[in-house]
Nanobody
Framework: QVQLVESGGGLVQAGGSLRLSCAAS????????MGWFRQVPGKEREFLAT????????YYADSVRGRFTISRDNAKNTVYLQMNSLEPEDTAVYFC????????????????????WGQGTQVTVSS
């Protein structure tokens, strides 16, 4: 059973940084696609960034490109989201997600494509 556990959320002032971690277990992740999403109550889930475990470059939503960086540590089965220049509008619950049997060339930006989700971690940015 694949499990994803996020950590690293918290309260930060505008302009600050946070690094989220997503520890994956229970599977062989060599052909998985990993993604980060966020959600604000009453709003739709928003895609942020995606990366493959083995090949390819990351892909970002326009809203975070240049501020957020997704990366992975294959030895630790962990994916990270480095968030810089945070704004109050970044306040949300952040989720890690995994898609198995992912294409080597396609980047998955729709949450409905993902098979596993973490429990989420709250990020609050104060003004």
């Amino acid at each position: 059973q694949v499990q994803l556990v996020e950590s690293g959320g918290g309260l930060v002032q505008a302009g600050g940084s946070l690094r989220l971690s997503c520890a994956a277990s229970g599977g062989t992740f060599s052909n998985y696609n990993m993604g980060w999403f966020r959600q604000v109550p009453g709003k739709e889930r928003e895609f942020l960034a995606t990366i493959k475990w083995s090949v390819g470059s990351p892909y970002y939503a326009d809203s975070v490109r240049g501020r957020f960086t997704i990366s992975r540590d294959n030895a630790k089965n962990t994916v990270y989201l480095q968030m810089n220049s945070l704004e109050p509008e970044d306040t949300a619950v952040y989720f890690c997600a995994a898609k198995r049997y992912a294409s080597a060339t396609y980047y998955y930006t729709d949450g409905g494509d993902y098979d596993y989700w973490g429990q989420g971690t709250q990020v609050t940015v104060s003004s």
